[in-house]
């Protein structure tokens, strides 16, 4: 096993504190195919109605005309709108290309809106309640934003539940960038040390009764 830990996100990185060990099998070694689920494919095909109205006023399906309020008023903030916008950051926290080859992190927001030095970053959530709502995808897309537009200074998060009718939201100031980052880079020590000793311990809660593919695991519920 390399010691190279590969490029990361909110979702690698939130997966690895869940159970290091599910990690390994499900997004290292792939031990397991991706399955779609009736619930993923409903977000996916609303991320795409979202975008395809705020970008180019494309009508919204009838299946997702309750959620035309939200986008409407979204549509409506003054500023330049970015939609499904992809970031890189390298090991230096330098700005890179999604896929450029020394790309260290990575990110996307489902919209931008840049007004002069704020902007308002948001996320659609087709989840049924926000009540386990994580801010720290929100924290790291700040931090995102900051080194890719130098000019901000505010930018203003919010996670949309679109079904739960409920938002979630934060505020980031520029001065905040180095508190933020001590936590994010901690965060991420911890796996990039797994992946140079190769131990991936097992992080055993609720979720394994019925919730884990990794059976070979003594703390699986089938087991």
């Known amino acids: 096993m390399s010691s190279k830990t590969p490029a990361w996100s909110f979702s690698r990185i939130k997966a690895f504190d869940t159970c290091p060990k599910q990690f390994y099998h499900t997004s290292v070694l792939k031990e397991f195919p991706y ?26 399906p009838e299946r997702f005309a309750f959620t035309q309020p939200v986008l409407d008023a979204l549509a409506a903030k003054p500023g ?75 930018v203003r998060g919010g996670l949309v539940f679109v079904i739960a009718n409920e938002a979630v939201k934060a505020k980031y100031d520029r001065d905040g960038e180095s508190g933020l980052w001590k936590k994010w880079l901690s965060e991420y020590a911890k796996m990039e040390k797994a992946f140079e000793v190769d131990v991936w311990n097992p992080r055993p809660s609720g979720l394994c009764k019925r919730h884990c593919p990794v059976t070979e695991c003594p703390h699986n519920g089938q087991n």
């Open 80 to 154: 330049d709108k970015l939609c499904e916008y992809k970031f890189g950051l390298t090991a230096a926290l330098e700005p890179c290309d999604f896929f450029a080859k020394d790309v260290w992190f990575r990110g996307i927001v489902d919209l931008i809106i840049i007004d002069g030095d704020t902007a308002t970053i948001v996320d659609y959530k087709t989840g049924k309640s926000a009540r386990y709502a994580e801010k720290g995808q929100l924290e790291l897309m700040a931090l995102a934003m900051f080194k890719h537009f130098p000019d901000l200074k505010v």
């Open 35 to 60: 399955v779609e689920t009736d619930a993923m494919r409903y977000g996916t095909e609303f991320h795409k109605a979202a975008e395809d109205f705020i970008a180019d006023g494309t009508p919204v």
